[in-house]
């Protein structure tokens, strides 16, 4: 039997910043060992080491807008793809016309991840 492979991940669900140990069982398949103060780090743990997610926040210019629109992801998106996410919010910015409202969306479905980019704050 091989050597079980041990990860340490720290968790970012909450500003405590556990250490959570994450045992990898097979390619693409992790599972909860210790560490974690609260349940939302043991779910934490094995899908950062499997698919790791993030919210992003970025800004964008609206055209006759002084100052830039601040903007996030409605849910987490996979890491892989986040830069791809702020060049679609970036250039769908571009062709938005103010007023905006907080919470209005920018970028429907961005990347085919069915998750939108909200506005953060109102603007125009």
Not at 29 to 56: F, I, N, Q
Not at 78 to 90: R, T
Not at 97 to 104: E, K, Q, R, V
């Amino acid at each position: 039997m091989a050597d079980k492979q041990l990860r340490e991940v720290t968790c970012t669900c909450c500003p405590t910043g556990c250490t959570l140990v994450v045992e990898l069982v097979a390619p693409g398949e992790a599972v909860y060992v210790s560490g974690a103060g609260c349940a939302r780090g043991k779910s934490y743990g094995p899908a950062e080491l499997t698919h790791p997610e993030r919210v992003v926040t970025t800004t964008v210019c609206v055209p006759g807008v002084a100052e830039p629109l601040s903007v996030r992801t409605s849910a987490p998106v996979p890491k892989g793809v986040m830069a791809y996410v702020v060049a679609a919010a970036k250039a769908a910015g571009e062709g938005c016309s103010a007023p905006i409202a907080l919470g209005d969306v920018i970028v429907a479905n961005v990347c085919d991840t069915g998750v939108d980019v909200i506005a953060t704050r109102a603007v125009g």
